[in-house]
């Protein structure tokens, strides 16, 4: 008897700590009204017992015509909102250029106008230095003596009539000397002459192609400098910006390499151009070379002339 009791006891104890703990697992819930409220509630056994309680998820409906906000990604760079250029051509990236680089590149764009001002005008020089030497040279090889070359070139200019002129000037200078002395100093001083007035000629036909020379040496050390100072700026840019899109890096690189091909664009035609006339500068002293040469041998044959008899002087005259 009395261990049933005790078995009664400990159940009833069992079932009292179960009630206590879902009482506590379960929310309040308002006081319910109408016929439910009478209904008593089962009483838990041991058999039975309840289960175990949930907590409840309130779902709140999304009014209609409304999306939920999506979460931000975690990593995403900021939204930055950024005036880009829509110009990409030559002109307009000129226009949105620092004021370096459009210096930049109006200085390339002046020494490439430079180079084809000098390229049109020194070609029409070269050209009509160049067919005035052959003539003369063809007057000089054709006459007999230093007196009819003078008369075939008459008074017309160019270094050609110059160095028939110049060794006249010499002879006549020598001719009280070459009745005692021989003509072998004459020659001498006739020859000195004529290289003077050959590479002075020369000289004058060079002049401008060193301009040439400096353009193309120096015009892509320029748009160099201006390419690094605009990918400087663009770089800032880009801090600013805090973004590294290729929509906002483009443009500002892009205007920096047209330095670079100004660059370029000035320095090769002015290579070339230069290294045609160098070509031309040097033809054009080789025809006065010949030129010279032509003299040198009518006034050695003027100075043989001299030991034969008269007449035949007179006739080779």
């Known amino acids: 008897m009395s261990r049933s009791v005790l078995f009664a006891a400990l159940a009833a104890s069992v079932i ?33 017992p309840p ?11 999304a009014e209609p015509g409304i999306q939920p906000a999506p979460s931000a ?40 106008l430079v180079t084809w001002t000098i390229w049109l005008a020194k070609s029409l020089e070269v050209l009509g230095g160049k067919l005035r030497a052959r003539r003369a040279a063809a007057a000089i090889g054709n006459a007999a003596t230093l007196m009819q070359a003078r008369r075939e070139l008459g008074h017309s200019g160019g270094p050609g009539a110059l160095l028939v002129r110049a060794a006249e000037e010499e002879r006549a200078l020598s001719a009280g000397a070459l009745d005692h002395v021989s003509g072998d100093g ?38 160099l400098f201006g390419t690094v100072w605009g990918i400087m700026n663009a770089f800032i840019g880009i801090s600013q910006a805090q973004t590294t899109n290729l929509a906002v890096v483009a443009p500002g690189i892009a205007e920096a390499l047209l330095a670079t091909a100004m660059g370029l664009v000035a320095a090769i035609p002015a290579v070339v151009i230069y290294n045609v006339f160098a070509r031309s500068i040097a033809g054009y002293r080789q025809i006065l070379a010949d030129a010279s040469t032509g003299v040198e041998r009518l006034v050695s044959r ?13 006739a080779a005259e």
Request: proline fraction near 12%.
């Open 186 to 223: 004459l020659k001498e001083r006739v020859a000195s002459r004529l290289w003077r007035i050959e590479a002075a000629a020369a000289r004058r036909m060079s002049r401008g192609t060193g301009l040439l020379a400096t353009i193309g040496s120096t015009a892509p050390f320029v748009g």
């Open 16 to 48: 009292f700590s179960a009630e206590i703990a879902v009482a506590q697992q379960q929310p309040a819930t308002p006081p319910a009204t109408g016929p439910a409220a009478a209904a008593p509630a089962p009483a838990a056994s041991a058999a039975n």
């Open 73 to 112: 990604a975690v990593g995403k760079e900021p939204s930055v909102s950024l005036t880009l250029p829509h110009d990409l051509s030559p002109w307009g990236m000129f226009m949105n250029a620092d004021i370096v680089v459009k210096a930049v590149i109006i200085g390339l764009a002046f020494a490439s």
């Open 51 to 61: 289960p175990p309680a949930q907590t409840p998820v309130e779902a709140v409906p």
């Open 302 to 314: 003027d100075l043989d002339f001299r030991t034969l008899p008269p007449a035949t002087a007179i």
